[in-house]
């Protein structure tokens, strides 16, 4: 059983469209993640939800719109792609949020999107 | 906030030889430490941790080294084989995980 998936593996679309990557763990955790990669292969964070509560929203484009209908899941809406959106896209999760001081975090992620953007 | 980087993007490395992978961060309150290892086409994996009451932890081929006074960490690979081609980053924990720029590790057979 994979602990984290997300689909589709590859994304590939014209600029202007909307699309959707879905995250779904099954390790029970209370806090899942969404980063972006670039071709430089850097790890950016996006979104963080904790129990289907946003609590880190970085600086991102409002047209990214992610949603969490329960801790499970963890969705990433993209409306009006731009060819800057191309990148592989990561859902990620943690048992809980981490904290300075607290019990030792690991993120565990998923396989990966590549977004295509043309 | 927190920086984390690498001082090496790229590393070549002989089959059988040890690799070591450095990394810096900022944040003298960080206290829990993470390595992890990307595939080609994959996502991140944990490869080993330390907190910061440790400065060595060793697992299988892997060590880590923590040197909180210069807030350095390095992850010692040991007798490198093809199948440790990847890039690797390190992570530091505060009240959210920060990435390093990662290295991109590739073993010469």
């Known amino acids: 059983d994979t602990a984290v998936s997300q689909t589709p593996k590859y994304l590939v679309t014209q600029m202007g469209n909307d699309k959707s990557i879905k995250c779904e763990q099954n390790?029970?955790?209370?806090?899942m993640y969404w980063y972006k990669q670039d071709s430089k292969k850097f790890l950016k964070i996006m979104f963080s939800y904790n129990n289907k509560e946003l609590i880190i929203n970085e600086t991102v484009p409002n047209r990214f719109s992610p949603k969490s209908p329960d801790k499970a899941h963890l969705n990433l809406h993209i409306n009006s792609l731009e060819l800057g959106d191309s990148a592989v896209y990561f859902c990620?999760?943690?048992?809980?949020?981490?904290?300075?001081?607290?019990?030792?975090?690991?993120?565990?992620f998923g396989s990966g999107t590549q977004l295509s953007v043309l | 906030g927190e920086s984390v980087g690498l001082h090496l993007p790229t590393l070549s490395v002989q089959e059988g030889d040890n690799s070591i992978i450095n990394c810096a961060y900022s944040?003298?309150?960080?206290?829990?430490f993470i390595w992890y290892k990307q595939e080609s086409g994959k996502g991140p994996q944990f490869i080993i941790d330390?907190?910061?009451?440790?400065d060595k932890r060793q697992g299988q081929r892997v060590t880590v080294l923590l040197n909180k006074t210069v807030k350095h960490l390095s992850l010692q690979i040991a007798a490198t084989q093809p199948g440790d081609s990847a890039v690797y980053f390190c992570?530091?924990?505060?009240?959210?995980?920060?990435f390093g720029t990662g290295t991109s590790l590739t073993v010469i057979p």
């Open positions: 990620a999760s943690s048992r809980t949020i981490p904290i300075t001081g607290g019990l030792n975090e690991k993120l565990f």
């Open positions: 390790l029970g955790h209370d806090t």
């Open positions: 944040n003298s309150a960080s206290d829990y």
């Open positions: 330390i907190r910061s009451n440790m």
């Open positions: 992570a530091v924990t505060g009240n959210q995980f920060y």
